[in-house]
């Protein structure tokens, strides 16, 4: 629980097993997004949308998959450098910072946000980490 007016930022990461031009790619496509964007085999992706430049809008629909609940999940970029860095806000007004380290046949991507007040911050942690795992092993799989 938050007990003053500065948001706790929260950090998970992975190594990615190719090159920092096919995680991006992969990262920011939409017909890849809506293939790993889940935090588990109960959830998914069914659509994305995503406008990747500087004022930019993206949204990415995330559905229980038995349509018990869904919801939209979307911001607007603040700064896009190709193969380097995203950063997004949330219609909440909560940030996102993504870095991609390029490491020659491996990529490093870190991604921090602000955390909601809603969850507790490992429940939030575990999910995003959930969704990163997925995109690390979709993107060395296909």
Known sequence: METSNQKQR?????????????????W???EHI????????????PRAEN?????????TRMEAKDGSMG???GG???VVKQHEQISYTMGDGRTVDITFINKGNETKVVEIFDA???HSIEMQQAGWQAIM????????EF
Do not use: C, M
């Not at 935090?39 to 998914?44: G, V």
């Open 10 to 26: 929260v950090t998970v990461q992975a190594v990615i097993q190719a090159p920092v031009e096919k995680v991006w790619r992969y």
């Open 28 to 30: 920011t496509e939409t």
């Open 34 to 45: 809506t293939k790993w964007n889940q935090a588990s085999e109960e959830w998914h992706s």
């Open 51 to 59: 406008d990747l430049r500087v004022g930019g809008k993206f949204l």
């Open 71 to 73: 919801f939209d999940f």
């Open 76 to 78: 607007v970029y603040d």
């Open 116 to 118: 909601e007040s809603t």
């Open 133 to 140: 795992d997925n995109f690390k092993r979709y993107t060395e």
